[in-house]
């Protein structure tokens, strides 16, 4: 089993950054992925960024590219997301999770998930 725990969200205005934390502990080598989504109050989960557990090869949704940074790995033993300029649509629940693929974007390729971080990003 894997256990994924994030932290580091919180209430930020427009324009703020946020560095997003994810530790995994348990069988964490047995994972090869693992990514951030986010899902906002009535929409779909949505995938944000991944990044390879070993090697540190990364994948962005295309409309995250720019503003979202996805680092760490097995060196680390965690991994970040650095989020920039802020939007008041950036508003959601930060999920970290882990998967046996390698950068998937799809939520059912995802088997662990962590609780969540909820992100406010104020106007």
């Known amino acids: 089993q894997v256990q994924l725990v994030e932290s580091g969200g919180g209430l930020v205005q427009a324009g703020g950054s946020l560095r997003l934390s994810c530790a995994p502990s348990g069988a964490i080598n047995s994972v090869s992925t693992v990514a951030w989504f986010r899902q906002a109050p009535g929409k779909e989960r949505e995938f944000v960024a991944a990044?390879?557990?070993?090697?540190?090869?990364?994948r962005y949704a295309d409309s995250m590219k720019g503003r979202f940074t996805i680092s760490g790995g097995s060196g680390e033993n965690t991994v970040n997301l650095q989020i920039n300029i802020l939007k008041p649509e950036d508003t959601a629940t930060y999920y970290c999770?882990?998967?046996?693929?390698?950068?998937?974007?799809?939520?059912?390729?995802?088997?662990?998930w962590g609780q969540g971080t909820q992100v406010t990003v104020s106007s």
């Open positions: 990044i390879t557990w070993f090697g540190g090869s990364t």
């Open positions: 999770a882990g998967s046996n693929g390698i950068v998937p974007v799809s939520v059912v390729s995802y088997r662990y």
